[in-house]
């Protein structure tokens, strides 16, 4: 497989993932093309056969003059389950521990998708940091962190990896009243293969997560990129409503079926 057929097909894949977690705007349109390419460090034409590969897959049109919309839906199930615990909760109740390295922390502009999410203006300052955790040695998941420049203040290196971002923040007094989270599946990408000690295109849980204080204020943003066979999310359910609605005709109940 020569590098341009890998390098469409990565972009091809992070443009999928960002439609599944809802990262776009309102409008579902991409990023230029120009600024694909610019950001990527490839050709219009590279770019292009990404674009079109997704297109050939229902997920996004162009529109003249306008750029590139998406047109394939993402279903987003909302479930209320209570007060939110995080991966390392799940790690401390099987009894192991859970250490964070900072591979990198500065302040850099946001991108497209990110200061969307965050609510800001695209190429607006912010503190990113990006960091990869593992358990006894192995590695669980990298994560890259957004934090508006103007609450980025306390954050050193030391604080994001213990206690950690979210909890400094807390610590600072900055309370998280509600947490988004978004999850879908992908895959493992060139950039980041060594730090997860795994194979290029190899199964990731994507969750991405939203801090908000009580005024619904963003505070920050975190993508996780979790080793797909080192974790899940669980979510227990109370049971499904009562429902009067008919079942449909021709559908009969099997003995012992609930």
């Known amino acids: ?25 309102g409008t579902g349109a991409l990023e230029s093309e120009a600024a694909l390419g610019s950001r990527h460090g490839v050709s219009r034409v590279t770019v292009r056969r990404a674009l079109e590969l997704l297109r050939s897959e229902g997920l996004i049109e162009p529109r003249r003059g ?26 401390a109740g099987a009894g192991r521990q859970a250490s964070r390295r900072v591979v990198d922390l500065g302040i850099e502009p946001l991108p497209t998708v990110e200061a969307g999410v965050l609510g800001v203006d695209a190429g607006e300052r912010a503190l990113r940091c990006r960091s990869v955790r593992s358990i006894d040695g192995q590695v669980l998941d990298v994560t890259a962190e957004w934090v508006p ?7 050193s290196r030391s604080r994001a990896e213990t206690p950690g971002i979210w ?4 610590a600072e007094g900055l309370r998280v009243a509600r947490v988004h989270q978004s999850i879908t599946a992908g ?11 795994a194979e290029v295109g190899s ?19 975190a993508d996780h990129r979790y080793l797909a066979h080192r974790f899940s999310l669980e979510v227990d359910f109370a049971g499904a409503p009562p429902t009067t609605r008919p079942e449909p005709p021709g559908l009969l109940a099997l003995p012992g079926s609930t």
């Open 167 to 170: 909890a400094t923040l807390q």
């Open 187 to 197: 895959l493992v990408r060139a950039e980041e293969a060594e730090l997860l000690q």
């Open 1 to 25: 497989m020569s590098m341009t057929t890998h390098r469409f097909r990565e972009i091809a894949q992070e443009l999928r993932e960002q439609i599944a977690l809802g990262g776009l705007d």
């Open 203 to 221: 199964p990731l849980l994507l969750v991405r997560r939203v801090a908000r204080d009580d005024a619904g204020r963003p505070l920050a943003l």
């Open 149 to 155: 420049d103007d609450l980025a203040g306390p954050i």
């Open 66 to 91: 306008s750029g590139w919309f998406v047109v394939g839906s993402s279903y987003h199930q909302r479930l209320a389950v209570g007060t939110f615990t995080h991966a390392g909760s799940a790690v």
